[in-house]
């Protein structure tokens, strides 16, 4: 069956002349919309319309296309016929059922659904969706495509469900004897070097341990973003709505973000009532809170290249100032682990320098070469640490387009992880390693979402967020909380160490 619009067009007042008259007017503004939107990809007709008083109700059916473009340039081009003609106008459209047919690559193997008005029926590989009553907007934005990709993506999900991300080894791990066996947030605690947030997932970092998380810092600076032109940038730590809908996270991680609200007054008349709960109760009013802020209007900051991306967004960069290498330190990131926490390596609150790159493909790959001499030399030379790399490409990423290639000269886009053994969890070959680094090219996906341009040629980009918790527990968990098992060159950039604070 074809695609099938059956729509309502509201006019300003029931034209003159009723049905009869305007029949010719509606027979050749139709037939130009199909023309000018249908006919160069499978044709279309109009199947029936009819006028009620102001309601013009039209059936459109394409075989091939869907026919709502079809149905906007006809009420446009109705309204400026109409306007000339007897003042009239077009006031607003609506779709009380739109069908929509199309062929699933895989088949379901649990029911699907999305949350807008539908009905869903399946014929072995062919599916028919029924959207209804959609307004103007949801038609003028295109909700119809949406939906068909988003059942395609849903359904093209449950495939890979529960599969592993593609993984192929890149660098072997050099093996070297570790200097200890413990698990290093439980050997901070003891040392009284950190403490267990007041909120879950965080972490209270005393002299000590603050001390090493600057000594990584000052290390990626130092030792890998200097030395390759990075130049420092002071960004804002809430992430838009806006933002992380071109960037596409509000679709993928909406449950690992913290969520902004606001008060909705600064008045202290206004929240007199909740200062005297608290004073009567000693105890937050939850509900009398809720009553005086916002909804949600940001997020905390969840990763610092989105924010970079909105900087950059609708701007061209000069040839010469390609390739862009900027780094942010200032924002604290946030994310929602719920019952995955562990220590200090698996945290709600973390501290992450976030390198991002703009250039033309060639300066990426390049620029990727270098990085990974820089981290090689941090990670063997200074820190001497039993780590690996590994290309990896998530099955989700793999159905997207992005191909996951184990010749080495095909993989361009993409991510390297950096791991490293923690000898407390076990083996080595038994026991699950840390990613502790990551380093990726991401091809135009943000330069295009964000329109950066640069003066010719293509721009892509990517970036390499250094986690600074994950560096330091990759560090301890090898080499223990005693300096003198720490090699000379950390030892350089460490020493000396606070005082240890003492409690009684």
Not at 139 to 147: G, I, S, T
Not at 458 to 479: D, H, N, P, Y
Request: with cysteine.
């Amino acid at each position: 069956m074809p695609n099938r619009l059956r729509a309502e067009v509201l006019l300003s007042s029931a034209p003159e002349g009723g049905r009869a008259a305007l029949e010719p007017i509606v027979t050749a503004l139709a037939n130009e919309a199909i023309e000018k939107t249908l006919n160069r990809r499978g044709g279309g007709r109009v199947v029936e319309w009819e006028l009620a008083g102001p309601t013009l109700s039209i059936t459109i059916e394409a075989p091939e296309a869907r026919p709502h473009g079809t149905l906007l340039a006809f009420s446009r081009r109705l309204g400026e016929e109409l306007g000339r003609a007897q003042k009239i106008g077009v006031r607003s459209l609506r779709a009380p059922e739109y069908r929509l047919e199309f062929i699933l690559a895989v088949l379901p193997t649990t029911p699907v659904s999305i949350p807008i008005p539908h009905t869903l029926t399946l014929d072995g590989d062919r599916a028919t969706l029924t959207l209804l009553d959609l307004d103007e907007t949801a038609l003028r934005e295109n909700w119809a495509d949406r939906a068909v990709k988003l059942l395609e993506e849903k359904i093209r999900r449950q495939s890979y469900a529960g599969k592993e991300q593609y993984w192929t080894l890149l660098r072997a791990p050099i093996a070297r004897e570790p200097k200890f066996l413990q698990d290093p947030t439980e050997a901070m605690i003891k040392r009284q070097w950190v403490r267990g947030g007041p909120t879950k997932g965080k972490w209270f970092l005393g002299p000590s341990a603050a001390h090493l998380l600057r000594t990584m810092e000052r290390i990626a600076r130092e030792e890998v973003l200097l030395p390759l032109g990075f130049r420092e940038v002071v960004q804002p730590h809430h992430d838009s709505f806006e933002t992380l809908l071109k960037t596409g996270h509000l679709e993928g991680l909406p449950g690992e973000f913290y969520y902004v609200v606001e008060p909705k007054s600064r008045d202290p008349a206004v929240w007199e009532r909740f200062t005297d709960l608290v004073k009567i109760t000693q105890a937050v009013p939850t509900e009398e809170l809720a009553r005086l802020v916002t909804g949600p209007t940001a997020v905390l900051c969840y990763a610092q290249c989105p924010t970079t991306y909105w900087w950059l967004s609708g701007r061209t960069l000069a040839t010469d100032s390609l390739p862009l290498l900027v780094f942010d330190r200032a924002a604290v990131s946030n994310r929602y682990e719920s019952g995955g926490r562990h220590g200090l390596e698996r945290v709600d609150e973390f501290h992450r320098i976030e390198p991002v790159y703009l250039g033309t493909p060639e300066q990426l790959v390049a620029l990727r070469e270098r990085l990974l001499e820089r981290y090689i030399h941090v990670f063997d030379k200074i820190l001497e640490l039993e780590w690996r790399t590994a290309w990896v490409t998530p099955f989700f990423m793999q159905q997207a387009g992005v191909i996951a290639s184990d010749d080495p000269h095909q993989r361009i886009q993409g991510t390297i992880d950096f791991e490293a053994w923690l000898p407390y969890r076990g083996t080595r070959e038994g026991s699950e390693w840390l990613e502790f680094q990551n380093l990726s090219i991401v091809g135009d996906k943000y330069t295009k979402a964000f329109t950066i341009k640069t003066q010719k040629g293509e721009l892509w980009s990517g970036c390499t967020g250094i986690g600074l918790e994950r560096w330091m527990v990759a560090f301890l968990a090898q080499k223990g909380l005693d300096v003198d098992g720490w090699p000379d060159g950390f030892r350089r950039y460490a020493e000396p160490l606070p005082n240890e604070l003492h409690f009684l």
